[in-house]
Nanobody, 112 residues
Framework: QVQLVESGGGLVQAGGSLRLSCAAS?????MGWYRQAPGKQRELVAT???????NYADSVKGRFTISRDNAKNTMYLQMDSLKAEDTAVYYC????WGAGYWGQGTQVTVSS
């Protein structure tokens, strides 16, 4: 069983920045950030493999940066140039031996 703990969400003005963190209780393979806005389905934001290969949703390319520290079993999401449409609950996801795990989510609210 893997536990994921997210932190770093909050309220920020449009154009501002936030950094999310996700700490895993053990060694993880691919990790990712997803988000879910009110009334919408959960969507992919970005993923990163253990070796550092990344993938981004088109809507965040050039504004968000995903990274990880394998020694700390921690993943980060640096979010810059935030927009009102980035408002959502952000969830950390981790894959291990084919099983997926989710964090509890952290709220990000961008005021326009």
């Amino acid at each position: 069983q893997v536990q994921l703990v997210e932190s770093g969400g909050g309220l920020v003005q449009a154009g501002g920045s936030l950094r999310l963190s996700c700490a895993a209780s053990g060694i993880i393979s691919t990790m990712g950030w997803y988000r879910q806005a009110p009334g919408k389905q959960r969507e992919l934001v970005a993923t990163i493999t253990r070796t550092g290969s990344t993938n981004y949703a088109d809507s965040v390319k050039g504004r968000f940066t995903i990274s990880r520290d394998n020694a700390k079993n921690t993943m980060y999401l640096q979010m810059d140039s935030l927009k009102a449409e980035d408002t959502a609950v952000y969830y950390c996801n981790a894959m291990l031996w084919g099983a997926g795990y989710w964090g509890q989510g952290t709220q990000v609210t961008v005021s326009s």
